[in-house]
């Protein structure tokens, strides 16, 4: 099936660059002329990683109300809705960017595609993003690690399951603890490439298409064991929040200092509660233009990810929080922190469509343990 799609699917714990190095993926194969689509996924509705991907001009399409793998049937319809069914419009390579908190993707996504999706695919290696600044303490076993115990499970079996690990944000991370990260891979997960990449720069991503395209890497015979009880726990234990809003004042302001203002407001506020941040990001939209902020730890600094230079005085936003706290504190934090930052910028905050929660238990459409015949 040499013309056949290429599936990339993109797998990580929150926050650990996956948008971000989907997006450098697309832009490389747009470059060589190919089209390429995307598919976004969440618990709910109202994802900043959509529109993330769609102010860099990609083609995205979203599957929103469960997992990919609790959810098989809508990814794949909208793959096909998107052009996967023949004809002119077929792309050459789909790209897949699973929910952070999920695991066991192998056996529910990438197999179930290869055996039971009836159309032609070519699912590419499993590449797994580690998240250094949670991914020392969790590997490590640190006594602070951030999140329970059943959290930090599901981040191991994301790597377990991995055909290959990326070591992310190497243009920021020291070389020392790139070697540790290394060596806590090698150690507890033996038999997988680990490549030291940056999403942010594209350091290191000759070497991950090279991975990509080259086949399976893990004998196709690997199967990995789950505790689905364990599993669910780790997803519960997390609160989830998605909300859309407005911000609005009497004059221009900068929509830039509002974006990191949101975060830098609702992660002092999660701090002081002690409640370790997953991913905390937020998009702001106006006079034509997008700033994209996110926190990805408790230990980390909130940073705008896509700064604009843009003003204006009536803006749209969108809120995504993941962080180990119960749903109704932080819906309330993040009202809080919303209002505030948006007073800082002389303006009024309303949020709509708020919605937070635990994600529930995953129950898979497929689990196709066994290695493909
Ligand atoms: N310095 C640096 N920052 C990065 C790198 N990759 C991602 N980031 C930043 O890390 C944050 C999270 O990146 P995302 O790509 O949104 O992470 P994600 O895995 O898609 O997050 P979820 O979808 O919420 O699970 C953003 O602020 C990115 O700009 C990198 O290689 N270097
Ligand atoms: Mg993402």
């Known amino acids: 099936m040499p013309n056949a799609p290429l599936f990339i699917m993109v797998g ?17 194969y747009q470059s060589l002329g190919k089209r390429v689509v995307v598919v976004t996924n969440d618990q709910a509705a109202d994802l900043v990683d959509t529109h993330t991907l769609r ?6 399409g979203e599957v929103a109300g469960a997992c990919f793998c609790c959810n098989f049937n809508e990814l794949t319809g909208v793959m096909e809705k998107m052009g996967l069914q023949g004809g002119d419009a077929l ?16 056996a529910t996504v990438l197999r179930p595609l290869e055996k039971v999706y009836n159309r032609p695919l070519r699912v590419a290696p499993y590449a797994v993003i580690l998240k250094p600044s ?5 590997l490590g076993n640190h006594d602070k690690a951030g999140f329970s115990p059943q959290a930090a499970y599901i981040f191991k079996k994301q790597v377990e399951e991995a055909d290959l690990v990326l070591v992310n944000r190497v243009d920021e991370l020291p070389p020392a603890q790139v070697a540790e990260l290394t060596r ?48 669910a726990q780790g997803e519960a234990d997390l609160g989830w929040l998605n909300s859309q809003g407005s ?34 990001k937020v998009t702001v939209k106006g006079a034509g233009a997008l700033a994209v902020a996110n926190s990805i730890s408790n230990c980390t600094d909130p940073k705008l990810s896509h700064p604009t230079g843009a003003r204006a005085d009536g803006v749209e936003l969108v809120i995504n929080a993941r962080v180990a706290i119960d749903p109704e504190t932080l819906s309330a934090l993040v009202r809080q922190g919303t209002e505030s930052a948006a007073r800082a910028v002389g303006g009024r905050a309303a949020l709509e469509n708020l919605r937070s929660f635990r994600p529930g238990r995953p129950v898979p459409t497929h689990r196709m343990p066994q290695p493909v015949g």
């Open 12 to 28: 990580g714990f929150l926050g650990a660059g996956k948008t971000t190095t989907v997006g450098r993926l697309a832009r490389h």
């Open 55 to 60: 102010s860099q001009g990609l083609e995205v």
């Open 91 to 106: 792309p050459d390579v789909v790209l897949a960017e699973p929910v952070g908190s999920c695991t066991d993707l192998v």
């Open 134 to 138: 949670h991914g020392l303490r969790i």
């Open 184 to 231: 806590l891979v090698n150690e507890q997960f033996p038999g997988r490439p680990v490549l030291p990449v940056s999403a942010g720069t594209g350091a290191g991503f000759d070497a991950l298409l090279a991975h990509l395209e080259g086949g399976s890497i893990i004998p196709a015979g690997k199967t990995m064991d789950l505790d689905y009880d364990v599993y």
């Open 247 to 280: 911000v609005v004042s009497d004059s221009p302001f900068d929509i830039d200092a509002l974006a990191i203002g949101l975060v830098r407001e609702i992660q002092a506020l999660l701090s002081a509660r002690d409640a370790e941040t997953a991913h905390l």
